[in-house]
Nanobody
Framework: QVQLVESGGDLVQPGGSATLSCVGENAQFEFYDMAWFRQAQGREREMISYISSGGVANYTDAVKGRFTISRDNIRKTLYLLMTNLEPGDTADYYC?????????????WGQGTQVIVSA
């Protein structure tokens, strides 16, 4: 059973930084395309960053230049380095993994970790 386990959520002051981690337990992690989503209170969940199994990364405009997604396939871990945090970044952050195998797409979500940006 594949599980994605996030950590790193915290209360951060505006302008501060934080790093989220997501460990892919029981997964052939290197074959998964991975992403970070976030959901602010009263809003829909949105994808903010994506990294392919080959390491190609993309970002939504709201976080481009401030957030960096990366992966360590040996440690089976996905990271999100968040810098210059703003109150608008306050949300629950979710790790997502996807893999296609024999014509079937398998998707997994982490349980979420909360980031609060406030003075």
């Amino acid at each position: 059973q594949v599980q994605l386990v996030e950590s790193g959520g915290d209360l951060v002051q505006p302008g501060g930084s934080a790093t989220l981690s997501c460990v892919g337990e029981n997964a052939q992690f290197e074959f998964y395309d991975m992403a970070w989503f976030r959901q602010a209170q009263g809003r829909e969940r949105e994808m903010i960053s994506y990294i392919s199994s080959g390491g190609v990364a993309n970002y939504t405009d709201a976080v481009k230049g401030r957030f960096t997604i990366s992966r360590d396939n040996i440690r089976k871990t996905l990271y999100l380095l968040m810098t210059n945090l703003e109150p608008g970044d306050t949300a629950d952050y979710y790790c997502y993994g996807q893999r296609s195998l024999f014509g079937t797409t398998f998707t997994y979500w982490g349980q979420g970790t909360q980031v609060i940006v406030s003075a």
